[in-house]
């Protein structure tokens, strides 16, 4: 079946870094955008990351660009979300999701497209 396995939270200070990853399995890696989105208590799901398919395009929410940034690697079946500058308000679970696209270059911001999610991994930034 498909897994999706995320690693690398923990927790921070404010203006440290993270990177975090998600090996996905028991599917054509290539075949799917692929996504990050993050859930703080109390507060709904929200995009932070996706990429292509072949990783020639990504988008990056308004909250985190400039300092983070979305990567893949398909031989590795592996999706990255490096995180710089990090600040308390980045403090929240952080899943990795996959969207079977039949188009190679587009990207999915829309959570309710994606088929399938990890189980997420712990990030906090300590002020």
């Known amino acids: 079946q498909v897994q999706l396995v995320e690693s690398g939270g923990g927790l921070v200070q404010a203006g440290g870094s993270l990177r975090l990853s998600c090996v996905a399995s028991g599917l054509t890696f290539s075949t799917y955008a692929m996504g990050w989105f993050r859930q703080a208590p109390g507060k709904e799901r929200e995009f932070v990351a996706a990429i292509s398919r072949g990783g020639a395009n990504a988008n990056h929410a308004d909250s985190v660009k400039g300092r983070f940034t979305i990567s893949r690697d398909n031989a590795k079946n592996t999706v990255y979300l490096q995180m710089n500058s990090l600040k308390p308000e980045d403090t929240a679970a952080y899943y990795c999701?996959?969207?079977?696209?039949?188009?190679?270059?587009?990207?999915?911001?829309?959570?309710?497209?994606?088929?399938?999610w990890g189980q997420g991994t712990q990030v906090t930034v300590s002020s």
């Open positions: 999701a996959a969207a079977k696209m039949l188009l190679y270059n587009r990207v999915v911001v829309n959570p309710t497209s994606y088929d399938y």
